[in-house]
């Protein structure tokens, strides 16, 4: 599924375009931005529908949108505008504080957020298709989203090393740790990477924290504020995709890094004086 793609998050068609035309694989609609959420407060809800019916008019590869957390019938009215994939969302403010849709209702495709491998097997198991690793959106700092794929990693290592001596006890009491089922967690085991395709996502702002992610095992890269909060995104789109699709031929992320001029990224947040950390929301 859109393997060593990017997908974009777009507010309007103007931008959906530019998304296409750099050669992401998918857009993600929004009403505004992550770094503009942060900076709008309040209730931050889907896009407006008539936005979503242009740009599914605008562009001819796959329109994905944003619902919050547990809002069902936001979901509802998502699959009904015709969206590709609908992604239940931390960025947006949560309608349920304890409880994630339950996916396998719906014939539209789930993508969800997780920060370690017991939040991405949840996701899973309620019928999430796609997973992304979660950074700290907005915040053109990739820091976070290091530090999650790194988790995971290293939760999958631990348990295929338990899967493959045998320990079938010390399996039950893992898959009970991490609150998911014994056959989810011994499918990882065995596939030695999460049962679904996982994307970066938070933070993803220059060609070689694209690259960088894909390094880490990731399958694909979102970009949000770090392409339209830029003064360069025409020419940063079309980087991100060429070091994402070639992120382990270092020479050619170089000349991707060159398309770029670092005065032009969108400005950064430190993520550790935050006082909204979107990547909390969600995790039950």
């Known amino acids: 599924m859109q393997k060593h793609g990017v997908i974009m998050d777009v507010t309007n068609s103007e931008q959906a375009r530019i998304a296409e035309e750099a050669g992401a694989v998918a857009v993600m609609v929004l009403d505004k931005l992550p770094y503009d959420v942060r900076s709008a407060g309040g209730v931050a809800r889907t896009a407006g529908l008539k936005t979503i019916e242009e740009i599914l008019d605008a562009v001819t590869i796959p329109v994905m949108a944003k619902c919050r957390i547990g809002h069902t019938y936001e979901a509802r009215v998502l699959e009904t505008a015709g969206v590709d994939m609908i992604d239940e969302s931390e960025v947006l403010t949560p309608a349920d504080e304890e409880r994630h849709i339950w996916k396998w209702s719906f014939?539209?495709?789930?993508?969800?957020?997780?920060?370690d491998l017991g939040e991405a097997l949840r996701r899973i198991e309620e019928g999430a298709s796609m997973i992304r690793t979660k950074g700290e959106p907005g915040t053109g700092n990739v820091a976070e989203a290091v530090r999650h794929i790194r988790i995971v990693n290293a939760e999958i290592r631990k348990i295929s090393s338990i899967y493959e001596a045998g320990d079938e006890q010390e399996l039950i009491k893992a898959a009970r740790e991490l609150k998911v089922s014994?056959?989810?967690?011994?499918e990882v085991a065995k596939l030695r990477r999460l049962p679904v395709v996982n994307f970066a996502a938070g933070g993803v702002t220059t060609p070689a924290d694209a690259a960088l992610m894909m390094s880490l095992g990731c399958d694909g890269i979102f970009v949000g504020s770090g392409i339209f909060k830029s003064t360069d995104p025409e020419v940063r789109s079309r980087a991100v995709v060429l070091a994402t699709a070639f992120y382990n031929e270092p020479e050619i992320v170089a000349e991707a890094q060159k398309m770029v001029d670092e005065t032009k990224s969108m400005q950064g947040l430190d993520t550790r004086s935050l006082e909204l950390r979107m990547q909390e929301r969600g995790t039950a």
């Open 107 to 115: 014939t539209s495709p789930f993508v969800c957020g997780a920060r």
């Open 182 to 186: 014994y056959e989810i967690l011994v």
